[in-house]
């Protein structure tokens, strides 16, 4: 019962900012996204409640209580929100705004997609060096620059080349943060319970690439909608009412 609770909170969470996305005009108290986005809170209680009163839960609760594991689920949501869900909107980006081609589409996000297959070995070699804790920060900073670099990048005359820097640090924040964190979800967790620890991890990460790409999506058509208003309104023309015209 508790799965069925979980994954309608979920899709109710999820559904509930979509309707946002699609109205952006409307309030987010506006029932018909309220209702949903409350819907996920009440299910995501009831989860809890029904998890915590079964003998064999679908999901230890008390692994909650393990601060290892709860920063890598943190890092995990937010390296899904972020990286991942930007990468789809860049491949959008580059065949609708920059008229690439799939394929081409595909070669230009090498300088990203190619450091999960280099930095692996590296990134063993940090954590011997350094712990967990410091290497995985502070590739989640160099990812944070990246991001950063790619807002700054966006401007009507954008080129390819302003992308490859902010696509590097992306491609090495994954390739060194993405491999150290079931390490360090597992380093007190039991022996029973890694399956469930490793198994939690990648929901969280795609759990922030689903709620990464509505939430973008949301922020890029409020950008669309201001950009478009202010360019309407630097025109100092009185226009007829939809009435007026209506009436004619």
Partial sequence: MGDDFIFDSYFSAVYGLIQKENHAQLSW???QIAFWLIAAVLLLLAFIIVESRIEKSMMDLSLFKNKNFVGSIIV????GSGVYAMQIFIT????????YAAFETGLCQV????WSLILGPVAGYLTNKFSNRRTIAINLLV??????????????QLSYQELILPL????VSNGLVNPLLNNAALADAKPDEIGMVSGLVNVFMQLGTSFGV?????SQSRTYDNHLHTFFNSFDVHLPSIEKIQNQ
């Avoid at 590097?168 to 491609?171: F, S």
């Fill in 111 to 114: 300088p990203m997609t190619i």
């Fill in 168 to 171: 590097i640090l992306l491609g």
């Fill in 29 to 31: 108290l506006n029932p």
């Fill in 143 to 156: 990812g944070a620059v990246g991001l950063l670099l790619f807002a700054n990048a966006m401007t009507t």
């Fill in 92 to 99: 959008s980006m580059m065949e609708n705004a920059l008229s």
């Fill in 214 to 218: 509505v939430i973008l999506g949301l």
């Fill in 76 to 79: 995990a949501f937010a390296l």
